[in-house]
């Protein structure tokens, strides 16, 4: 369960009313957290808390900012299910583009290897997200943050009287299901979001034992052929029994002279499309957004790296497309790679 803006005056009181009605226990010290910055020392409420059901075994994966209201939490995933990272967030509707960059820095981090949910109450009501546009420039910003780490925004209706001021972020298709606005929590007069997740099978280690032919002693496996007694193997046997008694003999100088590994996984190699230009502007990119962080690089600078960054992937990718419908014919295996 996340809360974003919650009426919290305390721990002990949510606690103990949650922990009533839902059998969810706060798990100390990060599942309930109230972020109280000096804009806010003067309002009642505001913040952020996350409720883990008893027995998930949790960790906080970035310590709080007491600048930005988000939490996040790592989940490790039962049995052959995967872990998943759950984010929830409050953005003030007057918050300023520094702690939105604070905000955006902490999302790339969490969203790059594992599954990501994120919610929160960003207060961007001008984001027209069926069109993924926007008015205001820092709501720009959040639909390229978006954009940047292949977020999927999945709530399509009013949370807020007409606005649609909640959302709900995955990172991936199919990791949450039955996404539906409802009834009000409590005295709230925003609508709570519920969805399913839908938990993805663990990627465990690779057992699956292959030839290691680049540590082979080819000259070792070449000796014990030619050292097998193959007429007097062979001798007398049809052709069913030869084979078999010949399959024997290269196995077993196979076993000694060619190593065997557990087969590499594909987990995290490179797109086909990402040659060295664009690996050297992408790098490129991201030294001068360190630039502009301290104050060294204007922000059109970083926004014209973003625009040439884009331009070049869609165009790499267009021409890898592009050849791989030339070749299919002639080289199916091109496709796979």
């Known amino acids: 369960m996340c809360i974003a803006v919650s009426p919290l ?4 009181a949510p606690r103990g009313s949650f922990s009533s009605q839902g059998r ?3 798990y100390p010290p990060f599942l309930l957290r109230r972020f109280a910055g000096k804009d806010r020392q003067a309002r009642r409420g505001g913040g952020v808390a996350l409720y883990v059901r008893e027995g998930y075994e949790c960790q906080e994966l970035i310590e709080g900012n007491s600048r930005v209201e988000c939490l996040w939490v790592r989940i490790r995933g039962r049995a052959s299910k995967a872990d998943i990272v759950v984010g929830v967030c409050y953005r003030p509707p007057n918050q300023n583009v520094e702690i939105d960059e604070i905000f955006y820095k902490q999302l790339g981090e969490v969203s790059r290897s594992l599954a990501l949910v994120l919610v929160g ?45 909640d959302l709900l972020f995955v990172n991936r298709e199919g990791l949450v299901g039955d996404v539906t606005v409802g009834d009000c929590l409590g005295h709230s007069d925003y609508e709570m979001i519920e969805f399913s997740v839908l938990r993805e099978a663990r990627r465990g280690a ?3 034992a292959t030839m290691d032919l680049q540590r082979a002693d080819f000259g070792l496996f ?15 046997k049809g052709v069913q029994e030869g ?11 196979q076993e000694q002279a060619v190593p065997v590994r557990c087969k590499a996984s594909r987990r ?10 664009i690996w050297s502007q992408l790098r490129e990119k991201r030294k001068v957004y360190g630039l502009w962080e301290k104050g060294q690089a204007t922000q059109e600078d970083y926004n014209g790296l973003i625009r040439l960054c884009r331009e070049k ?15 299919v014919k002639n080289n199916k295996k091109n496709f796979y790679k």
């Open 9 to 12: 005056g305390g721990i002990e």
């Open 24 to 26: 969810f226990s706060a």
């Open 121 to 165: 109450d960003f207060n961007l009501p001008d984001i027209s997200w069926a069109h993924n546009m926007a008015e205001r420039e820092q709501s720009r910003r959040f639909l390229e943050c978006v954009g940047d780490n292949f977020l999927i925004q999945l709530v399509r209706e009013p949370t807020m009287e007409a606005a649609l001021l």
């Open 206 to 208: 690779s057992r699956t």
């Open 222 to 236: 070449k000796n014990l052929l030619d050292r097998a007694p193959w007429e007097a193997a062979l001798k007398g």
């Open 243 to 253: 084979w078999t008694c010949f399959k024997e003999e290269v196995l077993k100088a």
């Open 268 to 277: 995290g190699k490179r797109p086909a499309w990402l040659n060295k230009e």
């Open 313 to 327: 992937i869609r165009k790499v990718k267009a021409q890898l497309e592009l050849n791989l419908a030339w070749d």
